[in-house]
């Protein structure tokens, strides 16, 4: 295998309770945004920034994510769990899309897929450049509070990255389902060329 596509194919995500310092410092954060800004991205929206938590600020997104644990029903030791897990990563990346659902020429949906491959791109340089990390979101994304803390208007909270150095190797990985399972020819027999379809059956615009 080409040694790029192989290095792509040993991303493995690890959980904030195994990352250790050091986390990837100013250099390395400007990399990993540079590879996000490489991504496939329709019209050069690129509809998706990265806040950095580090230092101090990770005692106050720990606070956010204690109350929003209390205000899910929580108890003290629940939310002082969150709140500890908030903590952990040596820097976090909170994800916030900011999607354009009127915009003239790109669809949402295009959006949306290049705000994943933005986020693909951040995490391959992540771990090319030797830090392991994980995407998370669950409920806390829904939390008003902690919506208000990261994002302005219009924009939407995806989730966080936790970064940081492996505390130790991850472990075997669930064999993926393989190349055949995703990938097949396409004959095109079966396609009816007519006139007069400029809509297509998902609704879509017909552009570019
Ligand atoms: C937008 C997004 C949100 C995610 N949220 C969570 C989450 O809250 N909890 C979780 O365990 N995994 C979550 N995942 C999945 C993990 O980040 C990871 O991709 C998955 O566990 C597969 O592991 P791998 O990256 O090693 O293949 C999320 C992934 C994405 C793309």
Sequence with gaps: MNPLVSLLCSRQSLGPKHLVDPGPGDAELAQMAEAALHAPDHGELMPVRFAVVRGAARARLA???????????????????DAERAARA???????ARV??????????EQWVAVGA???????????????????SGAKVRNAAIQAAFCGPGETLVGWVALGSAARAPGPRRPKSGAATVLAEWSGRGARIRSGSRRSAQGGRSSV
């Design 118 to 136: 933005a986020l693909a791109n951040l995490m391959n340089a992540a771990h090319a450049l030797g830090f392991a990390g994980k995407m998370l």
């Design 63 to 81: 606070a956010l994510f204690a109350q929003a644990a209390r205000d899910a029903g929580k108890d003290e030791a629940g939310a002082a769990l």
């Design 90 to 96: 040596p820097v976090t990346l909170a994800v916030v």
């Design 100 to 109: 354009d659902r009127g915009h003239m020429l790109v669809p949402e949906h």
